[in-house]
């Protein structure tokens, strides 16, 4: 438990540091903290389905520390994303990109996860739009599905991600649309 903290603590400072710091971090910086980035949501993703394998009852203090650590850890993402747009999108793993689509599609996926996804997802979209196409095929099928979801957040996240969809890749949404 003091482990989740201190890390969502730590993601938390690493995204403070990395807005103050603006366009002064060096590259190979930038490749280390993505590193981490994903390496916390590798990390995430593999507890969770322990979790569900294992059908274990999920504490509920220990679960928002996980939802705390997910968010900060996804928060570090976003801010990487909207500083370094053109250095970003090499550094980040296609297998990583998937696990994270693939989190849509999950039925224990919580609704505040959702949310997070859907944000991390229209982030990538809006900041890095020509590099970010190669993602659509994977990216708008769940967007589409997280439309019907039960939570009218999800829903309202996931029709503001299709509009990021709209608005940087017309051509590529006419296509998977049809």
Avoid at 31 to 59: H, M, P
Avoid at 79 to 93: D, E, F, H, K, V
Avoid at 114 to 141: S, T
Wanted: charge should be negative; glycine fraction near 2%; proline fraction near 3%.
């Amino acid at each position: 438990v003091v482990h989740k903290r201190l890390y969502a603590t730590l993601y938390k400072s690493l995204s403070e540091c990395t807005q103050i710091s603006g366009p002064f971090i060096a590259l190979d910086h930038i490749t280390q903290i993505t590193d981490r980035i994903q390496n916390g949501f590798s990390a995430y993703s593999l507890r969770k389905k322990v979790r569900v394998n294992e059908q274990k009852e999920v504490d509920p203090l220990k679960q928002i520390e996980e939802e705390q650590l997910f968010n900060e850890v996804s928060n570090c993402l976003v801010t990487l994303i909207q500083q370094y747009r053109a250095n970003i999108m090499p550094n980040l793993s296609h297998r990583n990109l998937n696990l994270l689509i693939k989190n849509l599609w999950d039925d224990d996926c919580t609704y505040k996860e959702k949310k997070i996804l859907i944000c991390i997802f229209r982030n990538i979209m809006q900041e890095c739009q020509e590099d970010a196409h190669q993602y659509y095929d994977m990216y708008l099928p769940p967007l589409l599905v997280s439309c019907l979801d039960d939570n009218l957040e999800v829903r309202q996240d996931a029709a503001i991600g299709i509009t990021a969809c709209a608005e940087f890749g017309t051509s590529k949404l006419k296509d998977i649309a049809r």
